[in-house]
């Protein structure tokens, strides 16, 4: 586990990025251009947790920067949230292979640097994209059950949407994507 300086946070976080970048902890290390630890305001309001690089990010080391990024800074952007002013990561932070749903070994793998991010960043909640980030985060099943809801546990205030990739393919979910991310930034405003 990664040891916690509570005076120095922002150093911590920079260090925990720099170990997700030389990581070796499962084997996709082999075949990723860059490790995506996240970005953002070290102690943003709002954090945003997806899935897993794809092949725009893995080039860039920065997540959210292909095609879901792009519907994802529209969604933001409508409900008035700043990307800059935030903390977007992944439940993965390298890309996988094969393509598709990370696996067990790599979620496992990742999972102290989320946690690690969590609670450095300590952000006022928590938006879970998709099934993959809430599955390892609260252990729900699916999105549709529990979308939209404030969730409680542990520290934090958590609020589970669709992924973007998913609202990108299928425009039924946009209403509902753009219903909690409207939730999500009145929710960024009020303390806890
Ligand atoms: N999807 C994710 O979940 N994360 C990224 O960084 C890009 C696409």
């Known amino acids: 586990m990664i040891a916690f300086d509570a005076g120095d946070h922002f150093a911590e976080l920079k260090r925990l990025h720099s170990q997700v970048r030389r990581c070796r902890k ?3 290390w082999k075949t990723r251009k860059k490790a995506v630890p996240g970005e953002g305001l070290p102690d943003a309001t709002v954090m945003l947790i ?3 690089p794809g092949k725009k990010e893995d080039a860039a080391g920065r997540p959210f920067v292909g095609p879901s990024g792009k519907f994802l800074d529209q ?3 409508e409900v008035g949230l700043v990307r800059e002013n935030i903390f977007i990561t992944s439940t993965i932070k390298c890309i996988p292979v094969p393509a598709g749903k990370p696996k067990k070994v790599s979620i496992e793998a990742c999972n102290p640097y989320l946690q690690g991010q969590l609670k450095l960043v ?7 994209l998709g099934e993959v980030a809430a599955r390892n985060v609260l252990g729900v099943d699916k999105v549709a059950d529990v979308r939209g809801e404030i969730i409680r546990r542990s520290e934090h205030i958590f609020l589970v949407t669709y992924h973007p990739a998913a609202a990108r393919r299928f425009p039924a979910l946009h209403a509902h ?7 999500l930034a009145r929710r960024a405003n009020i303390r806890q």
Do not use: Q, S, T
């Open 26 to 28: 499962c084997f996709l």
């Open 50 to 52: 997806g899935e897993a």
């Open 75 to 77: 969604m933001l952007e």
């Open 122 to 128: 300590n952000p006022r909640i928590v938006c879970l």
């Open 177 to 183: 994507m753009r219903k909690d991310f409207r939730l």
